[in-house]
Structures are given as C-alpha cells and as structure tokens.
C-alpha cells in the first residue's frame, strides 16, 4: 500500500540486491527491478516490442536487454539504446529508506512507441490478380561449385514446365541457394516470441529464409515440394525449412489466423532408400497444419528400395525415365486444377474452431 507521498515499500534493500534483474509486482504493476553498481532501478516489465518481460531478460551495462529479441531499455530511465531513444517503457521512481525498497508507480513515465516501418511480408494476405502461380522448393542439398543430378530436382523441373506449358506463373527455389538459419526457438521462449513475419527474418535482413515465406504465403497459389529420401526421411534441408515455417501454423495457434488460404501442396519424392510412404506421410501431416489441400493422388514417388541400393542406376532410371517425367507434369496439372477450383470457390476459413486444435486447452482443463 501507498503511503500518503504515493510510496510503496516492496521489500528489504539486502534481500532486493541480492538480484541484479528481476521481476516484482507492485500494485498489481509487473515491474523489472534492477540493482546496479549499488542503484536499483524500476521499468516496466512489458517491452515495447510485443510484450516480453524484461524482467526475466539481462542486463547490459545500465540496459535491460529483452529476452525475446533483444530490445534494450535503460534501467532507470526506460529509453531505448542510443539511437532508438525514440521507444521509452515506463520507468518508476525507486529510493532507498531505512533499508527499505520504495517504488513510486504513480508518478511513472509514460510508454512512447516510435515508428517501426513493418516488414513487407507483414502486409495484408491476399491474392493478387493473375494467371495460377505454381512455386517449386527443391530440398535437394549438393555441392554448389560441382552439382550432380538430382533426381528430386529433374521431376520437379518436369511439373513446373508442364505448369508453365499450361500458362501458369513458376518460381522455382533451391533450397540449397539460400542462406537461411534454423529456427532458433523463439517458440520455446513463449508462442507470443514466435513473431509473424518470423522473429530472425525481421532481425536478420541477410536471412534468405523470407523468399520461402513470401512464396508460400502471398505469391503461389500451388506449390510442389521435392526432396530425396535421406535414412528414411525428407532432406535436411526440408527440415530445417518446416520449422521456420512453425510460425506460419503458429499464427493459428496464437491468433486464430490462417495465413494460408485456397492452397495446394503436393510433393516429388525420390531416393536410393526406401520409406517413401513415410516420408509423404510427415509432408502430408505438416502441410495440412499449414493449411493446405491436396489433390487426389499428391506425390509422385520413385525408389529402388533396400534391396537396390545403387545409386548410379537409380539416377540413370530417373533422368530417362518418361514414365516419370509424364507423372510430374501430371502431378502439375492436378495441383493446379485443384488450386483453380479453390480460388474460384474461396470458401477456406480464415479462422477456424479451436477445439481439438494444437496448443488449445479445453474446458474442465487447467
Ligand atoms: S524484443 Fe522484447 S518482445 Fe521482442
């Protein structure tokens, strides 16, 4: 409680310093209090950004450092670092008396906020008018200075021709051309750190990964995804792309917005080993959570198995196969037939009912 002078006592001094950065609530106010070259000093708990507590963040200096992504305020006076001054939190009066703690939370500084240009794939989901747009993603890893023949690859360049013969847009990405980190469990922190546009793509302008966001979730109507079999599953590559594309489904989880809309996947998978139902298996099940359909029959598949583990035949099978290159463009046309009719009825819900969904708690649970 206050005294009359609008002072609140929140503790011992010697039990307070104990802790350079930490979290108190003072009237019901969650506050980062900080003790530093014998100095507290009281900030709101909220950052700027998209609210993470900065009280569980560290310090730097006199900064608090945001343990979400990295924002830093002044620990008595709120600002941000020299040259974003501009974004303040709240900072709080604090003094030490009788070996007391008290925080003034009334004669607080305002919040100030100051202008963020948002990230272009921020802008508003919708399609663009045009003829059908088929995005092709090559997961395919080789050597960049001396590639080898990709089966994956050959079959996806068949159904893109196939889609470009039928008078649809293609772009084609390798993965294995972008420089994109792995996903660095932004999530892990909190869902709310999970940022859409995706929290390394907003700080890193050098991350490639924002080609395979802008593809998938503004520009194509359709994609194919290609990847070889590696120990039973898709390629690393394709991996590490699913779980960037964790915010896209993450979006979903936290604002019951579905960022992918009348959209079709389907898939080439092709490996010296086996498991191809497996593998489609795992892409099938991950590009439903994003929101994709698919068409009747959704891969085209080719492996010689356990038994047939020579790989120069099952690249020389592929590259001259046209049993395989006819079911490629085939696989095209479904995909794009399929996404023709999906625009035309645009009926996929941009919300969805939470019950049963990922990350949703139910009632009677806690
Ligand atoms: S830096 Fe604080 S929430 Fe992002």
Excluded at 84 to 92: F, N
Excluded at 311 to 335: D, Y
Aim: overall charge neutral.
């Amino acid at each position: 409680m206050a005294d009359e002078n609008g002072w609140i006592d929140i503790g011992a001094a010697e039990t307070l310093s104990r802790v350079p950065l930490q979290t108190v609530t003072v009237s019901g106010r969650a506050l980062a209090l900080s003790f530093v070259d014998g100095r507290f000093g009281a900030v709101s708990n909220l950052c700027n950004h998209v609210g993470g507590p900065l009280g569980l963040g560290r310090l730097d200096g006199d900064y608090v450092v945001c343990p979400w992504h990295g924002w830093k305020f002044h620990r008595c006076a709120g600002q941000g670092e020299p040259g974003y001054e501009g974004d303040r939190v709240p900072a709080y009066p604090v003094r030490v008396e009788n070996g007391r703690v008290l925080i003034h939370i009334a004669d607080g500084t305002k919040r100030a906020r100051a202008p963020h240009d948002p990230h272009p794939l921020a802008r508003k989901v919708e399609r663009a008018d045009g003829p059908l747009r088929l995005a092709g993603i090559s997961t395919t890893a080789m050597e960049a200075a001396n590639p080898r023949f990709s089966g994956s690859d050959h079959l996806l360049g068949h159904a893109l021709a196939a889609a470009r013969a039928r008078g649809a847009q293609t772009r084609l990405i390798r993965l294995n051309d972008l420089s994109f980190r792995a996903c660095e469990g932004f999530y892990s922190k909190s869902a709310q750190a999970c940022t859409w546009p995706c929290s390394i793509t907003q700080m890193d302008s050098a991350d490639q990964m924002d080609q395979v966001y802008d593809a998938l979730v503004h520009w194509a109507d359709a994609v194919i995804v290609a990847t070889p079999i590696r120990w039973g599953s898709a390629s690393s590559l394709y991996f590490k792309m699913a779980e960037r594309l964790n915010r896209v489904q993450n979006a979903i989880t936290i604002r019951n917005q579905v960022l992918i809309r009348n959209k079709v996947a389907s898939f080439v998978i092709v490996g010296g080993q086996d498991n191809i139902q497996a593998v489609a298996g795992q892409m099938l099940g991950f590009f439903a959570e994003l929101g994709f359909l698919f068409p009747q029959f959704p891969y085209i598949a080719h492996s010689r198995g356990w038994s047939h583990e020579d790989m120069e035949n099952n690249v020389e099978i592929v590259r001259k196969s046209k049993e395989l290159a006819e079911g490629a463009a085939e696989l095209a046309q479904r995909t794009l037939e399929l996404a023709a009719k999906l625009i035309a009825e645009d009926c996929a819900p941009a919300a969805i009912e939470r019950g049963g969904r990922k990350a949703h708690a139910i009632e009677g649970e806690r």
